[in-house]
DNA sequence: TTGAAAGCGCTAACAC
DNA sequence: GTGTTAGCGCTTTCAA
């Protein structure tokens, strides 16, 4: 035996048949208890691996997930898509499946990409990430019935379940970030959002909204403040905001970067309230800022879920309940 | 035709034989410029893609790359390895390869995993990254004849040509933050380091020494502090030595942890003198700090020289000289 | 419950 | 320069 063993020597050790072997591993409940036993020694012995391309070519099942790697973010969010992946690849291989990862420069490179992956077997089923409403990947993928599902909502879509996908629920989270201030018998909570109109950011604002309203409290608009998610415009934002007199207690941020700056600007004001930003960075846990934090797990397991059970009953949205990191400031 | 097209119906179309179609795709310098056209066209107009999985199991060659996804870092400096691997990905698509990502919790895993993607045909080639001196997976992959190049010298080993490697000179990076310094004509230039020992922390601090011996300026020891990679200690760190009368002029720091530390101890100081890092972080992007890059892509396609030239003549280990990102600080 | 035969799509080796 | 044959390792029939 040179190589790899095959089926056909753990066979021979075994005093079985090929087929035999194959049941074992594939169907075990086919195989008499003592026949399996044996097999399964031989297997052990020999080191026996099934070889993967060959039962893919007779599958015709790669069991593999494409995931496009996004162009590099630079942002101090960037990660967020890493931590995603990272707990796929994770999760993937405890339920038997693969990651393969691919670039693509835009949304047409990344459907060529899907096209060659799913044609050739590379890959069966996809993730999505980054979608907005009429994404031509998302037509391609259902026109041409590719199994996918997204990282993100289709935002602005009349129709939000024409496909499977799983979002985090920013308003719940903007709104536990309210509430716990709300709970500490704050009042005056600012909101410092990015500019509308914004999918994401205008679903973080609202949980800040509904958790005012929660209590009664009316919307003030001088207590909300907008500005793009960097952290230079954020500090110069917040620093002209509070030299026009903003009376603020705290303040939600709808990114890690709008609450460093935020920080920043309060810092040299010399005048700081309580800050809450959104993502968790390595940031916010550096410095000390109290965050909200993705659980990319959760999305991660929820995503292996819609895509393993393609025909499955109930809803194919999930939206992940994001959980509120507190942290003193240093 | 049912399902996807195959090389025998390209060849009914075209009016050849399999076989030249598959010459048209592998070696087209075989086949006459007339009929490779012809089968070109066929190709084109089927949308024929070649079934990865059956070329897989015909060649014994996967074309993949295996990469292990560490297990998540939280520290400010946990994205080098998904920008290495985002270069990765990009350029190995560039080279016919595919990377294919797998989590371990350790080494022992990690080399049961290998094991399994490379006895399974599923990889053929590995990367692994932050090793260490006198590491099992190294021994592993040698002993097993698993092709492979790891991103990290292997820190204190006697021979350092055991295996293919690629790194970064930390050292250049520190050096060339120096010599910036002096040129600008400061001359009391402080190093913020890890504890010793440290393989990569050691070698920063060394471009640092370096630098200044070159100039013929005498190290002092009051010019150095040390704290673990962390931004809270490296403030108090910082924080303790400017209380104590550090004299100091400008400070090379060996990461963006310690740079931000540092940065954060100066404001609180009220006494602030040009600080540059190490990672070129989104952090220090954000903070307008300066620090040194370390160029993930030529890393990559360093590690993709060395992968897919087994045999190469030459040396099988390279260094990156990172870059020097001067900001100013807002 | 086990075995034999067939074939997934491709390419290396050889014949023409 | 092109076609024919064989077989990579596996699993899905179907027969025993």
């Known amino acids: 035996m040179t190589g790899m063993p095959t089926v056909l020597d753990v066979a021979r050790v075994a005093g079985v048949s090929r087929q035999t072997v194959s049941n074992v591993i594939n169907a075990p409940e086919l195989v008499r208890e003592e026949t399996r036993q044996r097999v399964k020694t031989a297997i052990a012995a020999l080191g026996y691996q099934p070889h993967a391309s060959a039962r893919r070519l007779r599958t015709r099942q ?50 060529e990409h899907i096209r060659r992956l799913s044609d050739g077997a590379d890959a069966d089923t996809f993730v999505l990430t ?9 037509a391609w993928m259902l026109e041409n019935h590719v199994p996918f599902v997204t990282f993100g909502r289709p935002w602005g879509a009349e129709d939000m379940t024409t496909h499977a996908w799983v979002d985090v629920d920013g308003r719940a989270g903007t709104a536990a970030a309210t509430d716990h201030f709300l709970d500490q018998g704050l009042q005056r909570i600012g909101l410092l959002g990015w500019p509308q109109p914004s999918g994401t950011g205008d679903d973080r ?10 209590r009664g409290i009316a919307l003030d608009p001088a207590l909300t403040a907008e500005s793009p998610d960097d952290v230079g415009t954020a500090e110069s934002v917040v620093a ?22 935020a920080s920043m600007a309060m810092q040299r004001a010399g005048r700081s309230v309580p800050v809450v930003g959104f ?9 000390g800022i109290s965050s909200v934090e993705q659980r990319t797990d959760l999305v991660a397991a929820s995503v292996l ?6 025909g499955a009953a109930g809803s194919r949205q999930r939206l992940i309940t994001p959980e ?3 942290r003193e400031p240093r």
Chains 1, 2 share one sequence.
Do not use: K, Y
């Not at 931590?83 to 999760?91: C, I, K, P, S």
């Not at 002209?240 to 700056?261: F, I, K, N, Q, Y």
């Open 305 to 310: 879920d819609l895509l393993l059970a393609p």
């Open 279 to 287: 993502d968790n960075t390595p940031v916010a846990r550096a410095l």
């Open 205 to 214: 604002r609202r949980g800040w909204e509904e958790a005012l309203a929660a």
């Open 62 to 111: 790669s069991s593999t997930i494409g995931v496009r790697l996004d162009q590099a973010r630079d942002g101090i969010s960037g990660n967020l898509l890493d931590r995603f992946l990272h707990a796929m690849t994770l999760q993937a291989d405890a339920r038997g499946r693969r990651v393969l990862l691919f670039a693509a420069s835009d949304a047409h490179d990344e459907v």
């Open 324 to 326: 509120l990191v507190v």
């Open 240 to 261: 002209e905001w509070w030299r026009s007199g903003a009376d603020v207690e705290a303040l939600v941020c709808v990114s890690d970067s709008l609450a460093l700056g």
């Open 130 to 138: 980054s979608t907005e409403h009429g994404d031509a990947r998302v």
